[in-house]
């Protein structure tokens, strides 16, 4: 069983920043975001596997920034230019070959214009 401890998000202007985390119970091999808005399917927002090799969806590079520290199994997203449309629920979501794959509780980012 792997939990994940989800915290940040929360409401900001149009060009705010903020920070999400995400921290696991136990070593983690694919650690990333997703989120989902109101009426629209879950998507991928950025990914980052143990090695630190990563992977944006095209409506966020440039603006949000991946990483992870491996010492404390735990994963970060610094959103940066926020847009209204990146209002969602973010979703912290954790793959292993050996624990499998497991999503946080979501955390609520808002973005108002």
């Known amino acids: 069983q792997v939990h994940l401890v989800e915290s940040g998000g929360g409401l900001v202007q149009t060009g705010g920043s903020l920070r999400l985390s995400c921290a696991a119970s136990v070593i983690i091999n694919v650690m990333g975001w997703y989120r989902q808005a109101p009426g629209k399917q879950r998507e991928l927002v950025a990914g980052?596997?143990?090695?630190?090799?990563?992977n944006y969806a095209d409506s966020v590079k440039g603006r949000f920034t991946i990483s992870r520290d491996n010492a404390k199994n735990t994963v970060y997203l610094q959103m940066n230019s926020l847009k209204p449309e990146d209002t969602a629920v973010y979703y912290c979501n954790v793959q292993d070959m050996g624990w499998g794959n497991y999503w946080g509780q979501g955390t609520q980012v808002t973005v108002s214009s």
């Open positions: 980052i596997t143990r090695g630190g090799s990563t």
